[in-house]
């Protein structure tokens, strides 16, 4: 009972975060809903199936958990740094507190 | 079909609805930014799936199928990065 509720909260957070990436309006919110929820969707469900006691050897079933909860925020300090050197066109960035550090080009419509 | 693989069908209807809006966003755009983060969150579905195909056929090999999809997620993420900030290095 309690992995059948893992595994349903799990699955659930994976299509709010789908849904967040298509309805949020610029790359670093889609990447906030796609990095946390996604990241707690895809644990909660791999949790669920090693509790499920229907898989003969779960034991390896915390080593994606273990590598996704180290590399999904690395790679998305990367991607965030990445998306905001590029020029991608940002909601709400008026007063840019990173204009003085990192050298920010005009925003381009086509990246 | 018992109770429990009704359960895990319901879970890959769900899972498949985030891959179609994910993927949507994917082939949509409008930036490369938001194509890569499409694509992070393609990869994370796709961890859920391989946890659920070790659910309903009760192999453990799969739990490593995800294992590897993520280490690849890692690679492609941090390779697309590094593209997106040398594409502004032209004019």
Redesign the interface.
């Known amino acids: 009972m309690l992995a059948?509720a893992l595994?349903?909260v799990?699955?659930?957070f994976?299509?709010i975060?789908?849904?967040g990436?298509?309805r949020l309006p610029d790359?670093l919110q889609?990447?906030h809903s796609?990095?946390k929820a996604?990241?707690l969707?895809?644990t909660l469900?791999?949790l669920?199936?090693?509790a499920?006691g229907?898989?003969?050897?779960?034991?390896?079933?915390w080593?994606?958990i273990v590598?996704?909860l180290v590399?999904?925020p690395?790679?998305?300090q990367?991607?965030a740094?990445?998306?905001y050197?590029?020029?991608?066109?940002l909601k709400g960035l008026e007063d840019d507190p990173l204009a003085d550090e990192l050298h920010r080009?005009t925003e381009r419509?086509?990246? | 079909m018992n109770g429990q693989d009704t359960f895990v069908a319901i879970l890959g209807i769900v899972l498949a609805l985030a891959l179609i809006l994910a993927g949507w966003r994917m082939v949509r755009g409008p930036s490369f930014a938001d194509r890569f983060v499409a694509l992070d969150m393609l990869t994370a579905i796709a961890v859920g799936f391989a946890a659920l195909t070790a659910l309903s056929t009760g192999r453990g090999a799969f739990l490593d199928i995800a294992l590897g999809v993520s280490l690849m997620n890692f690679v492609a993420t941090a390779a697309f990065a590094v593209f997106l900030e040398r594409k502004r290095k032209e004019p």
Do not use: C, N, Y
């Open positions: 059948m595994q349903a799990g699955a659930a994976l299509l975060a789908a849904i990436v298509i790359p889609r990447m796609a990095t996604g990241t969707g895809t469900l791999l669920g199936v090693m499920s229907e898989v003969d050897r779960t034991a390896s079933g080593l994606p590598f996704l590399t999904l690395l790679g998305a990367l991607l740094r990445g998306a050197l590029s020029g991608t066109p080009p419509k086509e990246l």
